[in-house]
DNA sequence: CAGGATCCCAAATGATACTG
DNA sequence: CAGTATCATTTGGGATCCTG
């Protein structure tokens, strides 16, 4: 937490190009792994239910079918933001929550949240 | 600014499953406008230089076309985050720069690199 | 200088049917 | 219940050439 520049000391270092020496730009890594049209509300879901199973994500998102619902779980779970938990019952299911990584998104989120309100009803 | 609640009180909400009464994920609208291979890119370039020509674009993003980087500015100008300012000059330029509204992406931005550095290596 | 127009390819998304 | 397999369609990305 406290091992990173303020946000003051960010915009600073923004403006004098340094958080650029990294080579590429830092905002576009994160963002690349939420692209596709049903990550973001998938995770979304997961911010509600601490645990959730397929079924529900399939019923919750809309028109979303059940291949794109298992490529962007796999894609998250691969990118480290999500655990499978299989249980073999009859009948079987499976349940999905949050890692830490994952969990680490909340604040982003709850920025993202601040500029939605804050700019939605001016376009 | 203060108007939007706290991060304490967006947690406790999220959980009550309070702060998606608005119908949908409200993470997902801004992502989306965010998408594209370039888009993410272009606006970090814009947060190093105050304003920016689309030659120093083009240049500064490798392997990028007139058609990418055009489109991409065009789609930006119009979700509201940036202007576009034309010199009919000879040589003629064309200057881009944020608006309020895309100035107001710093937070968020922020916060990424903070995920981003806490999560970079650890995969 | 900063693009517009056209065409082409790859990737993302989606519909449908089937299964351990 | 939670997928997989297959195929069709749509969208995004890019190469190339041209222009006010």
Known sequence: M???????????????GIVTDR?????TPLLRMLQG????????????YDTVRFGVLKKDLEGITNTMLTNALRELEQDGFINRVQ??????????SFTE???DL???FYEIM??????????
Chains 1, 2 share one sequence.
């Open 106 to 108: 909340m604040p982003v």
């Open 37 to 48: 049209k049903w990550k973001t509300q998938i995770l979304y879901e997961l911010c509600i």
């Open 87 to 96: 249980f073999n019952e009859i009948p079987p299911h499976v349940e999905y």
């Open 23 to 27: 080579g590429n730009c830092p905002v």
């Open 2 to 16: 406290s091992d990173f520049m303020s946000y003051d000391e960010y915009l600073r270092d923004v403006k004098q």
């Open 114 to 123: 601040r500029w939605g309100f804050k700019h939605d009803n001016d376009m």
């Open 101 to 103: 990584k994952g969990k």
